[in-house]
């Protein structure tokens, strides 16, 4: 990540929704159209909160069994209020059958003190009520009752959740309709992007609501229209 975005140019990608910026991000023939985003198994726990975004740092962890050599969580810590911010903790749950959850009322606290803003995993969640409250943002693939034997495998490596590889430091948007990455090559100019992309439409869109629609003016419409 060699040029963080500013917290003006955060606060405008945050003003969309997720696929208003797939939309935007489309404009720039970066990457195929299918590609950049994680799937539908990973949800917003709570879809009524505003949009994620934010800097991944990445996690593996494992809960089935006990850890032989458990990592240093201090260490983790202090490498987790070290890393740039926003951060997106994104943790990938080893287990196959995922069984015991890293997050919960205590972990969502300790990790906004240290600059997080939310988690996305393929693992489990816990205490939604408790970490609804203070504004911690979950994704996740399971809601779990217990923390079983969870503990850290490793951090600061690429992970795949969602089917997506994510590395540390790839910019993250997430809301309730999922979780998406944007190129850091043209995050910069994205959130501009995406209010020409919505400007187009909304030509469409009034033609479709118009009181005196036809077949041709919708056609008219979709002419004005560069994006697609």
Same mark, same amino acid.
């Given at each position: 990540?060699?040029?963080?975005?500013?917290?003006?140019? *955060?606060?405008?990608?945050?003003?969309?929704?997720?696929?208003? =910026?797939?939309?935007?991000?489309?404009?720039?023939?970066?990457?195929?159209?299918?590609?950049?985003?994680?799937?539908?198994?990973?949800?917003?726990? %709570?879809?009524?909160?505003?949009?994620?975004?934010?800097?991944?740092?990445?996690?593996?962890?494992?809960?089935?069994?006990?850890?032989?050599?458990?990592?240093?969580?201090?260490?983790?810590?202090?490498?987790?209020?070290?890393?740039?911010?926003?951060?997106?903790?994104?943790?990938?749950?080893?287990?196959?059958?995922?069984?015991?959850?890293?997050?919960?009322?205590?972990?969502?606290?300790?990790?906004?003190? *240290?600059?997080?803003?939310?988690?996305?995993?393929?693992?489990?969640?816990?205490? =939604?009520?408790?970490?609804?409250?203070?504004?911690?943002? %979950?994704?996740?693939?399971?809601?779990?009752?217990?923390?079983?034997?969870?503990?850290?495998?490793?951090?600061? *490596?690429?992970?795949?959740?969602?089917?997506?590889?994510?590395?540390?430091?790839? =910019?993250?948007?997430?809301?309730?309709?999922?979780?998406?990455?944007?190129?850091?090559?043209?995050?910069?100019? =994205?959130?501009?992007?995406?209010?020409?992309?919505?400007?187009?439409?909304?030509?469409?869109?009034?033609?479709?609501?118009?009181?005196? %629609?036809?077949?041709?003016?919708?056609?008219?419409?979709?002419?004005?229209?560069?994006?697609?």
């Amino acid at each position: 990540m060699s040029n963080p975005l500013t917290a003006a140019e *955060l606060a405008a990608l945050q003003e969309f929704a997720t696929p208003s =910026l797939s939309n935007g991000i489309e404009t720039f023939n970066v990457r195929p159209r299918n590609a950049g985003f994680m799937s539908s198994d990973i949800r917003c726990i %709570f879809p009524e909160m505003p949009p994620m975004v934010g800097y991944a740092f990445t996690v593996k962890i494992s809960a089935a069994q006990q850890a032989e050599r458990p990592r240093d969580v201090w260490e983790y810590r202090r490498a987790v209020l070290a890393a740039p911010g926003p951060k997106i903790i994104v943790i990938q749950d080893l287990d196959e059958q995922v069984v015991g959850s890293f997050w919960g009322e205590v972990n969502g606290n300790i990790h906004k003190a *240290l600059g997080a803003i939310g988690t996305v995993t393929n693992g489990g969640v816990r205490d =939604l009520n408790e970490v609804r409250a203070f504004g911690f943002h %979950f994704f996740a693939q399971h809601v779990l009752v217990s923390h079983a034997y969870v503990h850290l495998e490793d951090w600061g *490596l690429p992970v795949e959740v969602g089917g997506l590889t994510v590395k540390p430091g790839d =910019l993250l948007h997430g809301d309730l309709h999922g979780v998406l990455q944007i190129p850091h090559e043209i995050a910069a100019d =994205l959130a501009r992007a995406t209010a020409e992309v919505e400007r187009q439409e909304r030509v469409v869109i009034s033609a479709a609501q118009s009181s005196d %629609f036809s077949i041709e003016k919708l056609m008219a419409a979709y002419q004005q229209m560069k994006a697609y």
